[in-house]
DNA sequence: TTAGAGCATGGTC
DNA sequence: GGACCATGCTCTA
C-alpha cells in the first residue's frame, strides 16, 4: 500500500506528484485525486491522476501490496488496502467484499426515497444481503485480508480517551468545532473483540497510518460519493467543503495507543505522536468507510454516520425512529437526522435525581470523551428546537465507568416523560448537534407489532418506520432509510428488547411485554372496565389530607356491553360474544370476564351457544350500537385538552392490560419503599416513580401522576356538577309543580326527572351497585365509606366533602393542584357552553345536565361497560389493536 | 431535615 | 465470569 504524504499542505506546497510512489512533478494544473482529510484532494501528476481516474491507480503502483480480495459477485479484483480503493467496494456481513458496482447493480437505491419506499428498500436489500449472507462463511472469510477501511471499527482502544476537560465549555456536537472535542476514540469492546482476529491489519494500520493526520476516507468521485463511510468528527477544520462528500456527525471518538489497554488506535488530540503537520491542526479525523456489518449505506453523497458505532450497541439502544419523530426532530428543514442510539428510561432515569445513565457503548460512542469524572456541559436540543445542556459525565465503577446525563429532570419533565418511555439520541447533520427526542412507552409497538401494524395498516403506529439494528439501515438524504436484514432481525431482537423495555427493578411499570396490546382507551374507558377482583375491600390512604382508594390487587378488565333497558322496563346489558360477534342480552348486574362467549352465558341457556341466532335484528342492533367514529376522536378534534387528557392513560391503559383477570406476573414487585403496595397496585402513589423519587407536584406539574389527578378530578367535578344541576332541576320541578299546582304534569319535567334520576345513580337498583360495582364511578356516596362496598375500579375517589373545604390559600400541593384542575375543568365547561349551542344562558351545572340527559334519552341505550353505567365519557367503541 | 453527589451493590446479560 | 447498569446507600452541604 502506499504510503501517502500525511497532509494536504505538503501536496499543495510540494511540486511533486502526491503519490509517493510517483517522483514525477505536477503540472501547473494537477490532477485531482482521492480526497484528503482536509478536505482538499490530492495533487497528481498527470500520469498518476489519469491512472486514478480511470481506476487503475491501484493497478498500477499497488500490485504488490497487501490487501487485495476478490468482489463476491463478480470476482473483480479489488485493492482494500489503500485509501485510494476504499471507496470502491462493500464490505459484507459474512465477510468478503463486494465491488461497487455489484453493489450498486444489486441494490439499486434511488435517491430522494420518500420514507414508504424506504421499507421496500430495507427488504430488498436485506433479501440482498441475506442472499449474500447464505454464502459460506469460510469462501468469504478466506477471500483476503481486512480491508484496512474496516480497521477502525477493529481497532478500538481504550474507551475513554481521556482528554481534560479543562476550560471547554458546553460541547456542542459535534462541528462547531470551536467547541468540541477533536479526539476520538472507538468502542473498546470492539476492539478488544477484534483485535486478535484481525492483529495483522492493526499492525498493517499501525504502520501505515501512524500519523494522526492520516486520512481514512479519502476524496472521492462523483461516482463514489455514495460510498458508505463512516464520518467522524473533524476539528478546527472548516466545512466550507461540499457537504455532500464533507463528513458530518459527532465525534466518535478514540484513544490513543498509549491508553489504557494499549491497544493500537488512531490517535487523537492526545496522541504522544506529533503531528506532522501542526498547522493543520487536526485531531484524528477519520471517515471510516463500512464496518464489518456491511452496511452497504448508498446516500448519495452523504456520508453514513456512525454505523460502527451502531453496530456495537446492544439491540435495546438500537434507535427506533417514527417518521414522526424524526419530523419533529427535525428542526431545521434542511437537516438530516441520524438516530444515534435510544434509551428507555428506568425509574432513575426518570426520577428527580435527575440523572439519565447512559449506556456506556453509547456514551462513548457517541458524545465526547471525557477523561475527568466531572466531565462536561453538553447541549442538546429537544425535538421542538428548545436547547438543553446536561453534565456528561461519569463515575468510575468496578473499573469501568457509569456514564450519566445529569440535570435532566427539567428536560424530563417537560417531555412529561416517566419510566418505560424512551428517549432518542440523534444527530443533526449537518450541523451536528445532538438531538434528543422522546417516545411515550404506550407509542412504541413491540417490533413485531410494528410489523403487523404497518402491514394491516390497522395499527396506531401506522407511520413508524421501523429501523431495525441500527447497523444495518443508512437515511438516504433527508427523505428514507435503507435496511439490511431489518426484518430478520427483529425478530430474534424483539424478544430480547421486550425483556428490556424496562429495566429489572423498574418491577412497578415492567410488564410482560409479550402480553402488550395496543390499547387506545380513555381513561373513562380504562376505569370503566377495570374492577378489583371479586371480594376485593379497597383501603384507605391518606395523600396530603385526601383519602384514596387504593386496590392491591390486580385489576380485572371487564368486557365492554351495552346497557339498555328492555320492554318491560328492565335493565339490562348487551354483550357480543368473542367467538361469533352475536350479542347476547344478560342481567344487567352479569359481570363478564373480557373474553366472553356464547359458552359463557349461563343466564340464557338457549343461547349459550354460538350457533344459536341472535335476538336482535340488524335494526335494532344498529339502534343498539354506537354510531360510527367514536366519541374520543370527536372529542380530540373538537377539544385539544381533552386531547390530552386521553394520552395520559397509558399507565392506567398498561394496568388494565395488565390485570386482565390475573394476577402480574411475579417480576412486577412492589418496591419496598410502599410496603402497602402489592404487585399491579395502581392507585395514586404506585403509579408516581418508586420511592417517592419523584417529581415535586407543583400547580403546573404535567406529569402522569398529576394529570391523573387532574382528570379524575374532573370527572368528580362532572359529578358533582351532575348532582348539582340534579338538585337545581329537582328544585325547579317542585317549584314548578307547586305554582302549576299539579295543573300542569309536564311530560317533560317527568321525563327529566325520570332521566335525572337515572343519570342521578345510575341505576337505582342495589343490586346494580353491589354486582356491577361500576356504577360506583358515578356514585358519591361510594366513596363514604373507607370500605367502599364497590368494587368498580381503580379510582382515585377524591370525597367530594373534602373538595368543598378545599382553601384556595391551602400550601398543599394537592390542594393547589384539584384547585387548578377545578378552574380548568371550569373553563373548559363553559368553552364547551360558549362552543356549543351559543346558548350561553344556561348555567354550566344545566348545561352538564343536558348533556347527561340527551345522551341518556337518546334512544334509550346507554354505553358502557359491563355492569358499568353510563358514562357519559365513556368512548362508545374500544378500538383495541392486539 | 433534605437534597444532591458519589459510591457500592447486586441483578442481568 | 465479567461487564453493564439500575438503584440503594451513605456522606455532605
Known sequence: MASAPSSSSSSSSSKLCF???????????????WRLRTGDLAELCDRCGSAFEEGRFCDIFHANASGWRNCETCRKRIHCGCIISSNTFVLLDPGGIECFTCARKNIILPSNLPWPQSLSLQNRLSERLRDI????????????PVPWKQAPSLFNPASSSDMPPDGHSVVELPNNFDKIYGNERLPTSSLEKKNEDFSGISANWNVKLGSREMVLMNGMRNEDKSSPCINMCQQHHSLKEDSSSQPFGLSVPYSSPNERNGLI???????????PHPG??????????????????????????????RSQLLPRYWPRCTELELQQISIDSNSVITPLFQKTLSASDAGRIGRLVLPKKCAETYFPPISQPEGLPLKILDAKGKEWIFQFRFWPNNNSRMYVLEGVTPCIQSMQLQAGDTVTFSRLEPEGRLVM??????????????????????GFSAHEVELGDPSSWSKIDKSGYIAKEALGSKSLIS??????????????????NDDIIELKITWQEAQGLLRPPPNHVPSIVVIEGFEFEEYEDAPVLGKPTIFTSDNMGERIQWAQCEDCLKWRKLPACALLPSKWTCSDNSWDPERSSCSVAQELTSEQLENLLPPSGSKKMKAVKQDPDHAEALEGLDTLANLAILGEGEALPA??????????HRPGCSCIVCIQPPSGKGPKHKQTCTCNVCLTVKRRFRTLMLRREKKQSEREAETTRKKMQQQNSQQLPSSEILLDDDSLHNSNTGDS?????????????DDPHRIKSSVSPFKGQIDLNIQPEREEELSPGSDSGVVKLLHDATEMYLKQQQNVLNSGTGDSSGSQSQHVGDVVREEKLSNGVIHGSSSHNADKEHTQSLPMNV
Do not use: Y
Open 667 to 676: 417480576s412486577s414487585q412492589a418496591t419496598t419503599k410502599h410496603p402497602r
Open 280 to 309: 493543520k491542526q487536526f485531531s484524528g479525523t477519520m471517515h471510516l468507510a463500512l464496518d464489518s456489518s456491511n452496511e452497504a449505506q448508498v446516500r448519495n453523497g452523504r456520508p453514513r454516520a456512525d454505523a460502527r458505532g
Open 265 to 275: 488506535g488512531v490517535t487523537g488530540i492526545h496522541s504522544q505522536q506529533t503531528p
Open 765 to 777: 337498583s342495589p343490586n346494580m351497585n353491589k354486582d356491577g360495582n361500576d356504577g360506583s364511578d
Open 19 to 33: 503519490n509517493s510512489d510517483c517522483k514525477d512533478f505536477k503540472s501547473e494544473r494537477p490532477k485531482k485525486g
Open 495 to 512: 424478544r430480547k428488547r421486550k425483556n428490556n423495555i424496562l429495566g429489572s427493578k423498574s418491577k412497578r411499570l415492567k410488564i410482560e
Open 437 to 458: 427526542g422522546f417516545r411515550k412507552a404506550t407509542n412504541a409497538m413491540p417490533p413485531d407489532q410494528d410489523n403487523e401494524a404497518n402491514k394491516t395498516g390497522n
Open 133 to 144: 449472507s447464505s454464502k459460506s462463511w469460510s469462501q468469504l472469510a478466506g477471500s483476503g
